[in-house]
Structures are given as C-alpha cells and as structure tokens.
C-alpha cells in the first residue's frame, strides 16, 4: 500500500535528513563481485568488505548470511563478521566496550543495516572507490517546492525542444517530474518508488497538483476500490496514479503555519511531527567521543534547551531551534560560530519587529536593559540631540541599532544558560 506523508518541524530539527535516510531505501546497489574482492585485497578493511556485502544484497543481512556470502569470494577471510559489526556498530556497548570509526552499521530485528548517509560522510568517495564496476538504481525523485513552481513543471507542460531529425523545433507535451515517476513506477511494479518533496508548503498545492490532487488519494490509486483516473489537459491522455509510489514530503513550521496548509492536502497526507530532539543530539556528539555537556567548558545541551524555552515563551513553539544546528560541532569556536552565523541571523527573522528579543533569548541585557559583560548580541543608541542640529517639528525618539559583537568569546555562550534551573 502507498503512503503520502509530510514531516514537519521547526529550522533544523532533520526533516531533509530523515528524509535523505529514506531515500535509501529507494535505492538499489548493483555491485559486483570482483569489487568486493579487489577492494578487501587492496585495504583490508573488514568494515569495508562486510559493508560492500550487506549493500550488495540491498536488503539486511545476518551475521551468518553475511559470512555464506564472504565464503564464496575465495578471499580466505578468517575474521569474525558479528565483532566486526559490533565494533563499528552506531549503536553504544551495553557493556561500555569502545566502538572504532566508521560507525555504520546498526542492527534491527536480528539483521544488519548499512548507515549509508553516516558511510558517505565518513568516506564521500566511497561509490567510486568501491564500485567502479557496479552502478546505482534510483526508484525515486526529489523535487523542491517554490513560488514559481507550475502544473506544467509537476505534471506536463509544453515546452519547445529541438528535434533530432529534422532539427526543427518541437512544441510537443513534456511530461513533469510527477508524471515521469509514475511511469517508472507503473512500469515496474514490483518495486516501490517515491517522490520526495522538500519545502512542500512553500508551493501553490492547488495550481500544481490540478485536478491530479484526487488521484493521489491512497484509495484513488490506480487498482484500488476507488480507482480515478483525469485527462490530461495538454496530451490529452488518460492518467492514474500507481499504487507503488509513495509521496513524501516535508515543510518548515517556522515558514507556514500547519493550520493554514491547504486543506486538500491536509486531508490526503499523514503528518509527522519532528520536534527539537535533544538525545539525537548527545548521540551525535557522543559518537564523535566528544562530551556533548562539555565541549571546551560548554554544554551545548543545555544551551540549546534553554535558547529554545525562551523563544517559546517569546515567540511559540513552531520557531525554537532544531538540533541538527549543533550536530558537527567539535569545539567552542565551532559553537560560536553556529551562534553568530547560523542560529542569530535566525532569530532576527522570528523577531524582526523587536529585536531586543534577540538580547532576551541570549542574556544579553540585565533588569535595567544595559550590556552585560560578554554580550554577544549588542546595541549603540543613536541620541537625536547629539546627531541632529535641528529636528523642527518632529518629534524623532531615540534609536537602538543592534548587530552581532566581532568578539564573541566562550563565557559569552556559557552565560546564555548559566544559573537557569531546567
């Protein structure tokens, strides 16, 4: 059965990411044998060969049936596959055991899983390197939502091309990247295939999807007990959704409230929270053998727990700040540096119209509104008397212009959270 589901969230809380992890598993592997081979002969790496093994089976492994496979290839292999997974497993020991980079598998139900997006960071030549004789499948396509995204652009359009043969211009229907999906789906039905839709909200729903909005129904599909099917106005062919593709899309809260989405979409997708997860946020960091409450004297937990209580009580809910800001960091300056570039120029879209908000979130000002030490979002006054001879009859108040201070140091983060009580 297809799914039609939206992920929603605040900025930053890995929607996209998610996302790209399930792009995976729209994604078949073809690798040959003789890569395995010369890959383990060439850097006897035995994450390596497992890794290439699992992946080539585009399916979850056992430990035997990964070591069934590892026996045919003649290698003389004489390790043991299930330390080797639990050595570079994402998951912690139960019983404190050291893990070793790269850590990319991770165990479900009995099988082994391959963390692709956690392998192509480790190593982002892994598929040239590795599979030079093998290729990639992909069941699925990503398109991003915009203003200026059409019906013609999403299901078909007239666009002039240049024929082959007479070379001569063509202003024959082309089929958009909706329609283009569904033929590959429809054509192979075995498979399930996706199309995933970053930034969803951010369309015109009615003008894209067309009368095709009643089609993608799970019902509606084509071979379902409601089955529909629409002409399409430019080819003027008949046209049904299959039943093996999924549509998967995600939307930013901060951009559009959920409640004002159109409500024609609302009624046909599932929607799926994504809140600010702070333990996936530890984890990122634990992994990297870093201590995510001390990372030089900051404790970035903390810290982002406590900027997000703020812009709640401020603000709302819909504009705290995701974890995936801090994901990477590895250092104080690192830190700063996602304060000053990243998380501020943020904040001062949330509260454009009141930027001393900003200073509120950030500590910035004591009970009389003046510059604590290490402020880090600071202000000038600019006084009309010292910078106007003459001001007639306006009546012109004094003004606050804010910027970020060039000298953000390591107390001025710490500040942001100290002697809050969570």
């Known amino acids: 059965m297809a799914e039609n589901i ?13 996302m790209q992890k399930q792009i995976e598993k729209y994604t078949d592997y073809i690798i040959d044998d003789a890569d395995i081979v010369d890959s383990y002969t060439v850097k006897s790496a035995e994450w390596l060969l497992i890794a290439l093994v699992i992946m080539q089976n585009n399916n979850p492994m056992n430990s035997s049936d990964i070591m069934s496979k590892i026996s045919t290839l003649s290698l003389g292999y004489s390790g043991t596959v299930s330390d080797v997974l639990e050595d570079h497993s994402i998951q912690d020991s139960p019983l404190g055991l050291t893990r070793r980079q790269p850590r990319i598998f991770f165990e ?8 692709r997006l956690r392998l192509l960071e480790y190593d982002p030549n892994f598929i040239s390197n590795y599979m030079k004789h093998g290729a990639v499948e992909k069941r699925y396509d990503f398109v991003t939502f915009h203003q200026s995204f059409t019906y ?16 001569l211009l063509d202003y024959d229907p082309q089929p958009g990247v909706f329609k283009r999906i569904c033929e590959k789906a429809r054509a192979n039905r075995a498979k399930q295939y996706a199309l995933f839709i970053d930034e969803i909200n951010r369309g015109n729903i009615s003008e894209i999807f067309g009368e095709l909005i009643s089609l993608i129904e ?46 024609a979409l609302r009624r046909r997708f599932e929607f799926i929270n994504f809140p600010c997860n702070y333990n996936v946020l530890e984890k ?24 997000n209580k703020r812009i709640e009580l401020l603000l709302d809910s819909d504009h705290i700040i995701g974890h995936a800001y801090f994901m990477k960091v590895e250092t104080g300056r690192q830190i700063i540096s996602v304060i000053t570039k990243k998380i501020i120029p943020l904040l001062e879209e949330h509260f454009f ?22 402020a880090i979002y600071v202000h000038e006054e600019l006084d009309p008397d010292k ?14 212009i804010y910027h970020v201070n060039q000298h953000v140091i390591v107390a001025g983060i710490i500040k942001i959270y100290n002697g809050v009580a969570l």
Request: glycine fraction near 8%.
């Open 6 to 18: 939206i992920f929603y969230g605040p900025p930053g809380t890995g929607k996209t990411y998610y």
């Open 108 to 115: 479900d139900g009995g099988k082994w899983f391959v963390d």
């Open 152 to 167: 013609e652009d999403f299901i078909e359009g007239i666009r002039p091309s240049v024929n082959p043969t007479t070379r």
């Open 218 to 263: 799970l019902d509606k599909r084509e071979g379902q007990y409601c089955e529909l099917e629409a002409v399409l106005p430019y080819s003027k062919t008949a046209f049904k959704v299959p039943n093996n593709l999924n549509i998967i899309g995600t939307m930013n809260s901060a951009d559009k409230s959920i409640a004002t989405i159109d409500m």
């Open 284 to 307: 990122a960091i634990s992994l990297k053998g870093l201590d995510p409450h001390n990372i030089d004297g900051i404790d970035v937990i903390k810290l982002l727990k406590v900027i």
């Open 353 to 374: 119209d009141d930027l001393q908000k900003i200073q509120l979130v950030l500590n910035d000002i004591d009970d009389t509104g003046a510059l604590v030490k290490d």
């Open 387 to 400: 910078l106007l001879n003459f001001v007639g009859e306006y009546v012109i108040e004094p003004k606050k």
